[in-house]
């Protein structure tokens, strides 16, 4: 994109888009930026400026940043990164944006103050930057995407071995870890409902975000899974059935007998939690009983943890680019030589199925 970018600035507060506007065309990347009140407006502004990238703002009048973001979707698809406030309703509002499509999200605290955040607003750019590179046809709405997966699964099926009494002790044999970034909340949906809760078997997620959206982020799964999917609390317990995410702002670490330790030390690759912290402690307590999935996101976080998880044995499977929003962490663990697959997501629950199947087929026990 030789010319600059061209965004659109979709918010209700007058200075919100001013201050977003003239931020973002302080960046040599950024060539044009208009604005737009609201979604009805943003909508007749896309067919005559045909922005690279539109910020969204969650909450708005006449039309809300959802509505909105369904309609863009399905007219006139765009990368759209989402402006959201820390309120409960605002961050379970975005977590369903992100798996309608939307890039990314970015924190709306401190926009509307004089000064604003620095901070905040390079995060915006950053991010406004990276959603201009997307792969726009893997933007489909997770329900689109979750009835394709069933349908693969339903031409594919796994067929796992009762496993009624670790089922009710929460006794597991192997451990899976998932991590994801830029476009892994709509990967997330439509992957965890895929994966079974009939094996003796425990999950962990780490997905990149800020405190205050992995809750929603887990509830959301939970209501779509088999599993039991929340975010984890010091001193949780690996079990089987048990999905626990990493909270935003949080490495998540596992000790001795599979308990979980959280800890806000620094940021590891730019982020926290890392999913390289994370591994890194699973390979030292649960060896070669590890499966682990990278899917999209951008930069290396993961790579360095597979590493390890292969020392010691595990397995690892990643994302194809031709399915992901980015293709930076999967890209990392590959030409790493890291993956033993390197398949689309829609393939990922089975080919993680016959991993822990074997595993557990091998296993006499695991030490938790």
Excluded: W
């Amino acid at each position: 994109m030789a010319e600059g970018l061209k965004v659109l600035v979709v918010d209700d507060s007058a200075f919100a888009r001013m201050r977003v506007r003239r931020y973002l065309l302080a960046d040599p990347d950024i060539a044009e930026v208009d604005t737009a009140a609201d979604g009805v407006i943003a909508l007749r502004k896309i067919a005559d400026f045909v922005p690279d990238v539109i910020t969204l703002d969650v909450q708005m009048p006449i039309m809300d940043g959802i509505t909105a973001l369904r309609e863009i979707m399905a007219t006139a698809p765009t990368p759209v990164v989402m402006l959201s406030g820390l309120t409960g309703e605002d961050s379970a509002t975005t977590i369903l944006a992100l798996e309608l499509g939307a890039v990314d999200f970015c924190l709306k605290l401190g926009l509307n103050a004089p000064n604003g955040h620095t901070s905040l607003m390079d995060d915006l750019t950053n991010k406004v930057k990276i959603a201009a590179h997307v792969q726009l046809a893997n933007l489909a709405s997770a329900d689109e995407a979750a009835t394709r997966m069933a349908l693969q699964a339903k031409l594919h099926p796994t067929t796992p071995k009762p496993r009624s009494r670790n089922r009710i002790t929460g006794k597991i044999e192997c451990l899976t870890v998932i991590a994801s970034s830029t476009g892994g909340p709509k990967a997330l949906a439509q992957l965890v409902p895929q994966l079974p809760a009939d094996l003796a078997a425990g999950y962990l997620l780490i997905q990149h975000m800020p405190a205050g959206f992995t809750r929603s982020l887990a509830e959301r799964l939970d209501k779509s899974s088999d599993l039991e999917v929340r975010e984890a609390e010091e001193g949780d317990k690996i079990k089987a059935g048990l999905a626990l995410m990493a909270p935003g702002g949080f490495h998540m670490t596992i000790k001795k007998g599979g308990i979980i330790h959280l800890n806000d030390g620094p940021a590891v690759n730019g982020v926290r939690p890392s999913a390289d912290v994370t591994m890194k402690s699973v390979a030292r307590v649960y060896g070669s009983r590890v499966a682990v999935a990278v899917l999209t996101g951008m930069g290396a976080d993961g790579r360095d943890g597979v590493r390890a998880i292969k020392a010691v044995g595990g397995s690892s499977v990643v994302e194809h680019e031709s399915t992901c929003a980015v293709y930076g962490m999967p890209r990392s663990v590959a030409e790493a030589g890291l993956a033993d697959k390197i398949v689309p997501l829609d393939q990922i629950p089975s080919v993680l199925t016959r991993y822990m199947e074997k595993r557990s087929e091998r296993s006499v026990g695991v030490a938790n």
